[in-house]
């Protein structure tokens, strides 16, 4: 249990670093809100279920904040994703909805942790071609993922628990920045 503990503090200290990229992706998101843009959220699996919460915490209530925000977590339409993944293959669940969804000025945030999700990088890919800016938050390295997006957040680790937390962390960071207008 402390080794556990232990990595966990670590990884989460190591977030410091990272501060330029989340305060630039707090000014982005917020920058495309007061423009009449939203969020978009893209990730697999427990990046899913954080792309929902965030997008959760944005369009509801995070701490004092009541305002609601644009935000739309790409995960949540079974019907979609799987009429895509079984037309199209998996690799384009998330590009196709952003085909639809994503506008010229919108942020879309792609969470892996490995930075190496084809269906999340196809996503960026395709939001970048429509003129959206592009967040990547990842783990060690950033993979492929922080080579193609605008701002990369990167969590100083390879392993996938760790760098879930250090992503809700840094989610929450951004919603506190983006609702409290603290930019």
């Known amino acids: 249990m402390e080794d556990t503990i232990g990595e966990h503090i670590s ?3 190591s977030v410091k670093k990272e501060s ?3 305060s630039a992706t707090a ?3 917020r920058g495309a809100i007061s423009n009449d843009k939203k969020v978009v959220w893209a990730g697999n699996g427990g990046s899913a279920a954080d792309c929902q919460h965030l997008s959760a915490e944005i369009v509801g209530r995070f701490q004092d904040s009541t305002e609601s925000l644009p935000s739309i977590a790409l995960t949540t339409d079974t019907s979609a994703l799987t009429a895509v993944a079984n037309d199209f293959g998996y690799e384009e669940v998330f590009s196709r909805q952003v085909s639809a969804l994503v506008e ?3 942020v ?3 969470i892996s942790t490995s930075g190496e999700s ?3 990088i196809r996503a960026v890919r395709k939001a970048s071609s429509i003129g959206a800016k592009t967040v990547a938050m ?3 390295g950033g993979g492929s993922l922080s080579d193609i997006a605008d701002i990369a957040i990167n969590v100083e680790s390879r392993k996938t628990t760790r760098i879930q937390e250090a992503h809700i962390m840094i989610g929450h ?3 506190k920045k983006i609702k409290q207008k603290k930019i």
């Open 11 to 13: 990884v989460i200290e």
């Open 20 to 22: 330029k990229n989340i």
């Open 27 to 29: 000014r982005c998101i």
């Open 104 to 106: 010229e000025g919108d």
């Open 108 to 110: 879309l945030v792609g």
């Open 118 to 120: 084809e269906n999340v």
């Open 138 to 140: 990842t783990g060690k």
């Open 173 to 175: 960071i951004l919603c």
